[in-house]
């Protein structure tokens, strides 16, 4: 399985604070997407970095990519509590259109 | 610019039934694809569409089929439904088949098989 981990499984941290997500993956990428999802909703872009690139910011997010390690991770600063969700990696591979989905990080920001 | 829109939103089928979802992606892009989401198995990815031509499918049996039409619009199948397909299928849409965009998914369509 091509599918990616991430980790924690699920994170709980009081609003103000930042929130930390990593991202593993197995096979060399194009680029790796973070998404968001409410609730069992479609999932929400929120930030694209593509494999020769470090680091990307927007807004209060900031993501890492470390192609070496085949890792990347999520920060997201001063946290609210609508931004309460399951956020995941996706890696997209050389070739295809395909996304390889981790497995998911559960955020609960309480207020 | 409307968003992917995904019908129906819900759907309780029996197990042996078939089922039709049907994806309308977001005007002018002409990649769609399917994702199965289940608690167990996570995010998994069904099939692709690009020019109403299979560009790409995952792993997952012949009971699932897709299809893509002239004007974009996609629309999966499942035969012989199986209590393990209940889940959410999310379909998405993006402007090229390259992979160096981002996706815009719908909202998903809820199937529990009983």
């Known amino acids: 399985s091509q599918q990616g981990e991430e980790d924690p499984q699920a994170l709980s941290i009081q609003e103000g604070e930042n929130a930390t997500m990593n991202c593993s993956y197995k096979?060399?990428?194009?680029?790796l997407q973070w998404y968001r999802q409410n609730s069992g909703r479609g999932l929400v872009h929120l930030i694209l970095i593509r494999s020769n690139e470090r680091e990307k910011h927007s807004g209060r997010l900031r993501v890492t990519l470390d192609t070496s390690k085949k890792s990347s991770s999520l920060l997201i600063t001063a946290s609210r509590a609508a931004d309460t969700a399951s956020y995941f990696c996706?890696?997209?591979?050389?070739?295809?259109?395909?996304?390889?989905f981790g497995t998911g990080t559960s955020l609960t920001v309480i207020p | 610019k409307a968003g992917v829109t995904q019908t129906p939103r819900y759907l309780i089928k029996t197990r042996g039934q078939q089922v039709t979802l049907s994806c309308s992606p977001i005007?002018?892009?002409?990649?769609v694809s399917w994702y199965q989401q289940t608690p167990g198995q996570g995010l998994q990815f069904l099939f692709e569409y690009f020019s109403e031509t299979q560009r790409n499918k995952g792993n997952f049996p012949g009971r699932f089929s897709g299809r893509q039409f002239s004007n974009s619009r996609s629309e999966m199948n499942v035969s012989t439904l199986e209590l393990g397909d209940s889940a959410l299928y999310l379909c998405a849409s993006s402007l090229t088949t390259s992979g160096g965009t981002e996706a815009f998914f719908g909202q998903g369509t809820r199937l529990t098989v009983v």
């Open positions: 996706a890696t997209v591979p050389l070739t295809g259109n395909q996304f390889y």
């Open positions: 096979t060399s990428i194009n680029n």
């Open positions: 005007s002018g892009h002409r990649s």
